[in-house]
Nanobody
Framework: QFVESGGDLVQPGGSLRLSCAASLSVSRIYGMGWFRQAPGEQRELVAQVFVGGREKYADSVKGRFTISRHNASTVSLRMNSLKPEDTAVYYC?????????WGQGTQVTVSS
């Protein structure tokens, strides 16, 4: 199970920090991260961090978002310079190398 927090309504140019703590019985965590899904759109990658520290970002968020892994099962996403097109439900992700696990999602709305 996941505990996600931090979603909110924010004005364009503002900042938010999403947090996710996972409590799952998996033998190994390969990576954690965040995906998002806007209405009528497919779920897409936002940012991931993998064992060893390698990070991966969507081109649309590079330079604005920063992912941090705090321990084996906790990850946060700092989002700066938010744009209306960042509006979506943000889902925490955990992968064990075979299976993908998802949080319930937290709503981020960027609007004036």
């Amino acid at each position: 199970q996941f505990v996600e927090s931090g979603g909110d309504l924010v004005q364009p140019g503002g900042s938010l920090r999403l947090s996710c703590a996972a409590s799952l019985s998996v033998s190994r965590i390969y990576g954690m991260g965040w995906f998002r899904q806007a209405p009528g759109e497919q779920r897409e990658l936002v940012a991931q961090v993998f064992v060893g520290g390698r990070e991966k970002y969507a081109d649309s968020v590079k330079g604005r978002f920063t992912i941090s892994r705090h321990n084996a099962s906790t990850v946060s996403l700092r989002m700066n310079s938010l744009k209306p097109e960042d509006t979506a439900v943000y889902y925490c992700w955990l992968g064990d190398g075979i299976n993908n696990y998802w949080g319930q999602g937290t709503q981020v709305t960027v609007s004036s």
